[in-house]
């Protein structure tokens, strides 16, 4: 089965009870059983609701894993992911990450004994010199946000495999339609899937695929113990926008190539980050495990003064948090996406008080064009 056409037929296709083709909201708390134990499969919806299975076997089948999960948001899949291992646990992770996952493994999971490390996961040598004999685990993210980095898949999943560490991708950015970390030797594949895979800035939630059945079996025993579930209406949102995904991923990246293109010829911007770009130190790489660059870009415009004014000229981006929806969205991320991590640590990594990131949303490129412009004069 082709891309686009899984996204449309895989997982569960319909309602097997009434013949509807899209399966319907069960807005069910708890399920009448015939005797103690006999029940259809379904005994109360923490544990399980037919709305938010079907949403688990597509996103399943999407990463080409063994089973899939549903969260209430990204961060409670992360979180769920990380109650996997225990306290004395250590795990390493790409230090230009998501500033909400460093936030929880440096001021909450902290507190429960599971430490971190983070490094730059695009070079495989850093990995290997922070292996402990109590590591666990390589998070990575890939491409980050927001330098747009790459690691190599394939290659932080050997090293794992050589130590008998889990790996663990934050697929968010490229989604499955792009990339399959499973199929490049990932464990466990995770979205927030408010971005991308909703795709509409109306819901927010969070997946994780697991490439086993003692993964699945031990994930499965988390998500119902801590009870971050999604709920049956945004599961069913999530699959209505999954169905439009390809043609979604493939029109945010024809927009960014053109506003690519644009800002690497402007005065004004003094750098783009971009995996498309033959110059970005990891574009091979990218080409490689990847069938598309995504919808995300990064560019610097010298200092905070300069960020501040272009944010406040545009008119088609919208100036807001989160991202990969049909609008499109602009950011400072040193004062939000990544506000939570230190300043030092910020400029250790690049992100500076000048670094603008943009979701290229599904408008009119021509008006996205001519908004830049006359934003950066």
Known sequence: MKRKTKLIHGGISGDPHTGAVTTPIYQVSTYKQEGIGGHKGF????????TRHALEELIKDLEEGEAGFAFGSGMAAITAVMMLFNSGDHVILTDDVYGGTYRVMTKVLNRFGIDSTFVDTSNLDNIKGEIRENT??????????????????????????????????????????????????????????????????????????????????DFHFVQNSTGGVLGPQDSYLLIRGIRTLGIRMEEHEQNTREIVRYLQSHPSVTKVFYPGIESHPNHELAKRQSTGFGGMVSFDVGSGEAADRLLNKVKYFTLAESLGAVESLISLPAKMTHASIPEDRRAELGITDGLVRISVGLEDIEDLMEDLEQALK
């Open 136 to 217: 666990r685990a390589i998070y990575i993210e890939t491409p980050t946000n927001p330098l747009l980095k790459i690691t190599d898949i394939k290659g932080a999943s050997q090293i794992a495999k050589e130590h008998n560490l889990l790996t663990i991708v934050d697929n968010t950015f490229s989604t499955p339609y792009w990339q399959t970390p499973i199929t490049l030797g990932a464990d466990i594949v995770l979205h927030s899937a408010t971005k991308y895979i909703g795709g509409h800035s109306d819901v927010v939630a969070g997946l994780v695929v697991v490439n086993s059945k003692q993964l699945a079996e």
């Open 43 to 50: 005994e109360y919806s923490r544990t399980g609701n037919p």
